[in-house]
């Protein structure tokens, strides 16, 4: 009973109110469900909070988002509160917003998923050249597109079949 009482005790604590612990066990239900939070991600870029001995996502979610802290690796609260200004207006969490209405509208959760998305719709990006110039794009799993913004530039693969690397290089 004891312990009971002790966890209870921690429990109104970190949230005074009752609506307050329900608004945080939805977040943390809707961020893990969609893979959106990296605990270990955030625990080693925000040594601090490892050290504070909090829940990563606790913090996250009381705290984090409002310094500007990351989630995890693909989600980036600083761009997405500047991108979208309207989000931090309104107070809202960024990654809620994302799970529940961004991705809808089309916004992007990072700087490099917006990257893809021009590369992609921007005319200079051939899929179907890409892939079937370089097959082993298919074997690596990844997004062609993604590929050649993340890879294939480096290794010099042509985005379309009027791309000369020569030329850019002089």
């Known amino acids: 009973m004891k312990k009971v009482r002790r966890k209870l005790k921690v429990l109104r604590f970190y949230f005074p109110r009752y609506r307050s612990f329900r608004n945080f066990l939805r977040f943390r239900k809707l961020v893990l469900r969609k893979g959106c939070f990296d605990a270990v991600y955030y625990l080693r870029q925000y040594t601090d909070t490892a050290n504070a001995n909090v829940s990563p996502i606790w913090h996250y979610y009381e705290f984090g988002w409002k ?25 809202t969490n960024p990654v809620a917003h ?6 809808s509208e089309g916004r ?19 899929e179907e050249y ?13 997004d062609p597109a993604a590929h050649f913004y993340y890879k294939g530039h480096k290794e010099g693969k042509a985005p379309c079949p009027n791309f000369n690397y020569a030329y850019y290089a002089k």
């Open 67 to 91: 310094e500007g802290r990351n989630p995890s690796p693909d989600f980036n609260t600083g761009y997405y509160l500047n991108k979208y200004p309207d989000v931090e207006a309104a107070g």
């Open 98 to 103: 994302f799970i529940n209405w961004g991705k």
């Open 108 to 126: 992007f959760c990072n700087q490099d998923q917006e990257n893809i998305f021009i590369l992609r719709n921007g005319g200079i990006f051939d």
């Open 130 to 142: 890409y892939i079937k110039t370089y097959p082993e794009v298919l074997d690596s799993g990844m």
